[in-house]
């Protein structure tokens, strides 16, 4: 999903989550992605007997919705941006993770050095699974909507420049 965001913040226009639900739908087969993903959530919750009444395919299909379009947006702009400002502020080259490194709870790299980028209030929601390492790497939040973003460990950085 990373790479499909980074695609569209690269498209020129806007940016608001309206472009992103007609970039998603138009340009990443979205209808069919969001029809399977809701038909396998639909076959997971069937198996949990709950009560169909309140419960059913379009519901799902809504959820699945509301994940990928704004849940995706805010949290990838988020997290894009704020490892913009932070490159500017730092005075450093910067580059987004790869599916790999992203499975090790690295979300940017500024320099040579690691990032883990999280919305502010993550942590003490117990959001975050893999919490960064704090001697290794750079850990950045921000918060939604306000475009504010916070350099926890700064020190890891100036430390680690000679």
Not at 20 to 30: I, P, R, T
């Amino acid at each position: 999903m990373k790479e499909q965001f980074s695609e569209f913040l690269k498209q020129p226009g806007d940016k608001d989550l309206k472009a992103w639900e007609d970039y998603y739908l138009n340009h990443c087969d979205g209808i069919r992605k969001i029809h399977d993903a809701s038909e396998r959530l639909w076959e997971m919750l069937e198996k949990m007997h709950l009560d169909h009444t309140v419960f059913d395919l379009s519901l799902a299909q809504k959820y699945i919705e509301e994940l990928l379009f704004n849940k995706t947006h805010f949290g990838m702009s988020g997290e894009y941006y704020s490892v913009l400002a932070v490159a500017k502020y730092l005075g450093m080259t910067h580059r987004f993770s790869n599916a790999e490194e992203e499975s090790q709870g690295i979300d940017a790299f500024f320099g040579e050095y690691p990032a883990q980028v999280k919305p502010h209030n993550s942590v003490k929601m117990h959001h975050v699974r893999n919490h960064a390492d704090e001697d290794k790497t750079l850990v950045i939040t921000y918060e939604d909507k306000k475009n504010i973003c916070y350099i926890h460990n700064p020190d890891f950085i100036k430390n680690g420049i000679k």
